[in-house]
């Protein structure tokens, strides 16, 4: 069993930056790949970005190339997001989450989820 446990996250002004963690705990020793989804109310959760677990490979949704960065501490087994540039539409409930498969956009792969932390961008 992996339990993800998320922090960060906040209110934010449009152009500023926040920075989510999410350190996995337990059984990650066959974790393929983690990621990042958003929630936004009334909506479907959305895919944002991801990276090997070993570390290297990474890839992101359209919207937030250029701003977003996601990478991981080997060391304390711990994910990052880095939002730069934020805007009012990245305002969403953010999750991280732990998949024993492959590198994917697709949620249903995803074995194990964090509770979610909230990133509210103001205008």
């Known amino acids: 069993q992996v339990q993800l446990v998320e922090s960060g996250g906040g209110l934010v002004q449009a152009g500023g930056s926040v920075r989510l963690s999410c350190a996995a705990l337990?059984?990650?020793?066959?974790?393929?790949?983690m990621g990042w989804f958003r929630q936004a109310p009334g909506k479907e959760r959305d895919f944002v970005a991801a990276?090997?677990?070993?570390?290297?490979?990474?890839y992101y949704t359209d919207s937030v190339k250029g701003r977003f960065t996601i990478s991981r501490d080997n060391a304390k087994n711990t994910v990052y997001l880095q939002m730069n540039s934020l805007k009012p539409e990245d305002t969403a409930a953010y999750y991280c989450?732990?998949?024993?498969?492959?590198?994917?956009?697709?949620?249903?792969?995803?074995?194990?989820w964090g509770q979610g932390t909230q990133v509210t961008v103001s205008s």
């Open positions: 989450a732990a998949t024993r498969f492959r590198l994917t956009t697709t949620p249903d792969v995803y074995d194990y």
């Open positions: 990276i090997i677990w070993s570390g290297g490979t990474t």
């Open positions: 337990g059984r990650t020793f066959n974790l393929a790949a």
